[in-house]
Every structure is written in structure tokens, then in C-alpha cells.
């Protein structure tokens, strides 16, 4: 399929071949939930944890006798049932990654690719270079009318757009090799160099 070239002006730039196999599929959003699960499960600390019965800081002695009293068996008060005392099961570090085939996480990134094309939300740029001035770069991206969008390059990002898009509200920049599908997914907009077409293309045929 063809797609129009602009530049940051707003100006064109000729046009665009974008293969077939790589943006224009038609989106499966049980391919695209489980390549964004995997990616969230991955970025999950699991960091939360309780104190377990034998790490509370409580005496150990036997809280009364066992028989005589008339009351329930007890040991410590390090118990579940006290108040203060341990939890029982309760969550303890661990990680809530699991594995995905690469094939299927290829696979997840052409569909993302595929939807935004399908939506009309994606934009081919000629490149994205600036002299690092904030200012400027934010009045090109407002007469483009870009809210919330995500600008992948090739191989490297021009230190110079970085630096001018680091402030601007909504504005993420990646090199093609961070292109993810979440990071894809949760943008309004998907702008692309051509040098960054080139760089997906070779990674995902």
C-alpha cells in the first residue's frame, strides 16, 4: 500500500511504500491482549510482601497452659488469628513475568502496526530532526495537530528532536528497535520516519 510522505512542517514529501505483510493485516485484538499482558507481567515489580507467622516480632512462649482453662489451644501470639500476628498465605516477592514465542511478539507488533494504519492513525514523516529547541518543535506538532503520539525513528533518535520533544506533553520518541506494542497501542497517534519504516520492515520480514 502507498502512504503520503509529509515532513514537520507540514509539507509534502512524496510517498511511501508500506508492505502488505507488515501494515496491512487485519488486526486480532486476542493477538494484541496477550502481547500487552506479557509486556505488563514483565514490567511488574512483585515487590509486595507480609510478614509471615515466624517473622513478626512477638514472644514466643506459649500465651497460657494447655488444658484447664476452659479457652481454645493456643502457642504464640505470633498466630493468624491474633492481631498483630503473621498472615497466612499472604503475597511474598515474585515475578509475574511468563514467556511468549518470539513469532507471537513479532506477530503482536504487526497487528499493532495494523490497527493504527486501519484507525487512519498513522503518519509517515520524512525525518525527525530539530536543533533541539523546544519552542519550535512544539508549535510544528500543535499545526499538526498531534495530541498523544509516539514518534519511532531508525536506528538511532536525532539528539537534537530528543532533546526538543523530552518537555513536550504527549510526545514520546523511540528508536525502532523500542517499537512495542503497548507503547503503540496507548497513543492516539503513530507517526513513523521513513528511515524508521525501513528499520521495521527489516526487523519484522
Do not use: C
Not at 3 to 11: R, T, Y
Not at 14 to 33: N, T, Y
Not at 49 to 72: M, N, P
Not at 106 to 111: A, N, P, R, T, V
Amino acid at each position: 500500500m502507498k502512504l503520503d510522505v509529509i515532513k514537520l512542517d507540514g509539507s509534502s514529501a512524496g510517498s511511501v511504500d508500506l508492505g502488505d505483510e507488515i501494515f496491512g493485516l487485519e488486526p486480532r485484538a486476542d493477538i494484541l491482549h496477550r502481547v500487552v499482558r506479557w509486556q505488563r507481567n514483565n514490567a511488574q515489580q512483585g515487590t509486595h510482601k507480609v510478614k509471615t507467622r515466624s517473622e513478626t516480632s512477638y514472644s514466643t512462649k506459649k500465651i497460657y497452659r494447655q488444658k484447664g482453662t476452659g479457652g481454645a489451644r493456643h502457642g504464640d501470639r505470633n498466630a493468624p488469628i491474633f492481631r498483630k500476628g503473621g498472615i497466612y498465605k499472604g503475597p511474598v516477592p515474585r515475578s509475574h513475568g511468563h514467556d511468549l514465542p518470539k513469532k507471537f511478539r513479532k506477530l503482536g507488533l504487526k497487528h499493532a502496526l495494523s490497527a493504527k494504519v486501519k484507525e487512519g492513525s498513522l503518519v509517515i514523516i520524512d525525518a525527525a530532526e530539530s536543533e533541539g529547541k523546544t519552542n519550535a518543535l512544539a508549535k510544528q506538532v500543535k499545526a499538526l495537530g498531534w495530541k498523544r503520539a509516539l514518534i519511532i525513528d531508525g536506528a538511532a533518535v536525532n539528539e537534537g528532536f530528543a532533546k526538543a520533544a523530552a518537555n513536550i506533553d504527549g510526545l514520546d520518541v523511540l528508536p525502532s528497535v523500542g517499537a512495542n506494542v503497548y507503547d503503540i497501542l496507548k497513543r492516539d497517534t503513530l507517526v513513523i520516519t521513513k528511515a524508521g519504516v525501513e528499520a521495521l520492515e527489516a526487523r519484522l520480514k
